[in-house]
Nanobody, 118 residues
């Protein structure tokens, strides 16, 4: 049974930083590219960042370039998202998932709420 458990969200002031973490189980983690998505209120879920199986590539959405960094640990089966210089428009629920052909593979976890507000 696949489990994706996100953590690390919270309330942060504009300009602040957060590191999100996702613990994955139930599939062969090292064989799958991984990604972070987010869904803001009233908006569709969007891809934020992705990383290859051996961290061979990383991609970050244009709005996060220079501020967000994705990383993974194939021993601990975790994927992280470091977010710096946070903006109010980064407010959303953040989710992780395996990704293949630009599509999420597994049922979504509960996500972790990120709120950027003064």
């Amino acid at each position: 049974q696949v489990q994706l458990v996100e953590s690390g969200g919270g309330l942060v002031q504009p300009g602040g930083s957060l590191t999100l973490s996702c613990a994955a189980s139930g599939f062969t983690f090292r064989n799958e590219a991984m990604a972070w998505y987010r869904q803001a209120p009233g908006k569709e879920r969007e891809l934020v960042a992705s990383i290859g199986t051996l961290s061979s590539f990383t991609k970050v959405v244009d709005s996060g370039k220079g501020r967000f960094a994705i990383s993974r640990d194939n021993i601990k089966n975790t994927v992280s998202l470091l977010m710096n210089s946070l903006k109010p428009e980064d407010t959303a629920v953040y989710y992780c998932n395996a990704i293949r052909s630009s599509r999420p593979l597994y049922p979504w976890g509960q996500g972790t709420q990120v709120t950027v507000s003064s």
